[in-house]
């Protein structure tokens, strides 16, 4: 028998009220780590929803929109302004926000400021792939500078010694598993030689740093920000990410590079918003060519579902509290883990910087006469996940082995301190499913893995 409902939204109500019981009787064990017991699987991340997240996602199928809608637009406008900024644009990965930030940075219409093949963007060695594989693809040169430990972010003393006049035309930088760089030094460097400032904020959501008394959201400093939303990260839409500026005509840049590269910006699914679809120049095609298929960059298609904006928006009302936990997490593992500064560096925040931490890193002192490949099993012997720093320096993956040691990239002057994370740091979760017990836990383990 065919149920049958009086209206849709009767329907809807019914079927979203079913979705939050199956929740409750199936899944929610997964979000309730109360009965943590040592020798349970501890992840270094991971989605942490509730029934609003698959209701908003049932939402999302029962509207059978498929491709960007009304949640994504609702995630935009409300993603712009808890963060601050006058325009978000979703994408579906936070390697698509970076390929995005880089792309639009290399269009005519910045004229003398736009990145061509062969100027340099300044940015770091170690950190994620993608931060830097934009600026390789295009054929620009990336500049390698040097980190500090322990805060795992650029060392701004390097920065005018990368500074090629009339080459170098960006910066794009991550902020370190939270912790977010020198923001004051980068943004005087780049306004000194008008340089362009990408920030890389895929594992910074949430951090603030203050410049002057005034203090905003990381990605919110420079030109162009970036988020990811794949699980480990703040938030989560499964797959996702967010490309968010102040600028007009850097935020018209972004929409076209997402979208096919297409010069027209009607919302899926509507036509002839500007009300010139059929009697405009361009380039050298036929006079009123069909807006619509006007194609001014040589763009991409990384727009994401409504599917995955929809459970972005129930994340986003989350995220605030995500934050908090996160901060507390580290800071407890940080105070529990204090007495073994003579065996491991601690993290540190960034002066000025009020991190939201993405994990918290450990690197073992080389006079502790520890083997990272030997602490890292005892821990992961123990059921807890640990994480490198991403790819430690980029040069020697073999992604670089057919371009290394050729004119493809610069470094300034060595990489002593990047090479010194490659092979002594590592990190671990800090993520808030995490219970005090599991830190406490996990510090536990760590301890005996330095001590034994
Ligand atoms: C700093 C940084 N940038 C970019 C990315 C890429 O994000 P995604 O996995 O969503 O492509 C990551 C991934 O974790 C990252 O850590």
Redesign the pocket.
Known sequence: MCKKWNNEEEARAEIKAMVGDYYNQFKKSENDHSDFKPGDRMGYGGRVYDEKEMQALTDACLDFWLTTGRFSKQFEEQFATWIGVRYAHLVN???SA?LIAFSVLTASELGDRAIRRGDEVITAAC??P??VNPILQFGAVPVFVDLTIPQYNVDVTKLEEAYTPGKTKAVML?HTLGNPFDIKAVRDFCNRHDLWLIE?N??ALGSRYTINEETKYTGTWGDIGTS?F?PP?HMTMG?G?AVYTDNPLLNRLILSYRDWGRDCYCPSGRDNTCGHRFDGDYGELPHGYDHKYVYSHLGYNLKVTDMQAAVGIAQLEKLPGFIKKRKHNWSRLHEQLSNLKDKIILPEPVENSDPSWFGFLISLRPESGLNRNDVINYIESHNIQTRLL?SGNIIKQPCFDEIRGTSAYRVVGDLKQTDFIMSNTFWVGVYPGMTDEMIDYMAQIIREAVEK
Do not use: P, R, W
Request: glycine share 16%.
């Open positions: 990965s936070g390697s970076n950190g994620f993608t931060t991550a890389d895929c594992d990811s794949y990260h797959e990410g991403f």
